[in-house]
């Protein structure tokens, strides 16, 4: 059964630095989303992508977030400058995009920022 | 968006079915009903939707409410391997297609 993968599985960095967050989405999906989960708290929407674009932010997807589909396989989502409470598990997921349709996750990339 | 409530948290023992409640009294006609799970450490994932009619897959059930107010995701027979997070969310359509997860129903499996 095809999923969605990402890359690395940790990554610890330090407060200022620059992250890449690196995903495959399941390979005839069309949309693409990022969304976070902060340790004890609920899983948090902060973009989607379609077509090269950017379809819905959330508040919380602001300048220092960027996302990219640099080729036909990867979606990255990128932190310019990470600071302390941006530590959370970040999930990936992907889908043909329509409301009865399911999203695939991934397994998620946990970020630790001190 | 329209809204669900779920109780925090449920037991159960191994092998016994469970019925895990959602209300969403604000629900609108076009709104699917979605449930997912998060397995501790795991993202979430997708366990069944319905729109109006019942809806059975292999993992679960959904029984929707007649007037669609309220809906219950029946596991029939609980294995330790479905100790999770659920989720009842609802897919509000136009062109909007981002899961809004709420704090979900975190069930414990007894063995």
């Known amino acids: 059964e095809p999923e969605v993968t990402q890359t690395p599985s940790h990554q610890v960095t330090q407060m200022g630095q620059e992250v890449i967050l690196r995903c495959v989405p399941i390979?005839?999906?069309?949309?693409f989303y990022w969304y976070r989960q902060i340790l004890g708290q609920k899983v948090e929407f902060l973009v989607s992508?379609?077509?090269?674009?950017?379809?819905?932010k959330s508040e919380i997807f602001d300048d220092q977030f960027s996302v990219e589909r640099p080729d036909g396989s990867n979606f990255t989502l990128k932190i310019r400058s990470t600071k302390l409470e941006d530590s959370a598990m970040y999930f990936c997921a992907s889908d043909h995009g329509t409301v009865q349709e399911t999203q695939y996750f991934g397994p998620g990339t946990r970020l630790l920022v001190l | 968006d329209a809204k669900t409530t779920q109780p925090n948290s449920m037991e159960s023992n191994e092998e016994e079915p469970v019925h895990l409640p959602c209300n969403h009294s604000?629900?609108?006609?076009?709104?699917?009903i979605h449930w997912y799970r998060q397995l501790p450490s795991q993202g979430p994932e997708y366990v069944i939707h319905g729109l109006t009619s019942n809806v059975n897959n292999r993992m679960a059930s959904l029984a929707i409410a007649e007037d669609r107010k309220s809906s219950t995701l029946i596991l029939h027979r609980a294995t330790l391997r479905d100790a999770a997070v659920y989720y009842c969310?609802?897919?509000?359509?136009?062109?909007?297609?981002?899961?809004?997860f709420g704090k979900g129903t975190k069930l414990s499996v007894i063995p």
């Open positions: 992508f379609y077509n090269n674009e950017i379809s819905e």
């Open positions: 390979s005839n999906h069309l949309y």
């Open positions: 604000t629900i609108s006609g076009t709104d699917y």
């Open positions: 969310i609802l897919g509000s359509g136009a062109g909007s297609y981002q899961l809004t």
